[in-house]
């Protein structure tokens, strides 16, 4: 699991890049595999007044996003749903 944890961290400027262009002021990423974190990472800022870098309990306000990012983990198993029963509407 380093070697991913290491890959993942070499992303850094990549991810940082990102966030000036989107404008983004903090990120926190995790990525976990099979149960487990394999990487965490925090870039910005979470309060860009007080210039306070964000940590792993940093709770960042998600607003209607939320719903869309459900909707897209949704999407696959909403796909295979609709064609396999698209033999039985035949």
Do not use: Q
Request: overall charge positive; proline content about 7%; glycine content about 10%.
């Amino acid at each position: 699991m380093d070697d991913i944890s290491k890959l993942l961290a070499a992303l850094d400027p990549m991810i940082e890049k990102i966030m000036g262009i989107a404008g983004t002021p903090g990120l926190s990423l995790g990525v976990l595999h099979k149960g487990k974190t394999v990487f965490f990472g925090n870039y910005g800022l979470r309060n860009v007044a007080s210039k306070l870098p964000p940590a792993e309990e940093t709770i960042y306000p998600g607003y209607s996003l939320t719903k869309t990012l459900l909707c897209l983990l949704r999407l696959p198993e909403l796909w295979w749903r609709r064609e396999s029963l698209s033999g039985i509407r035949e």
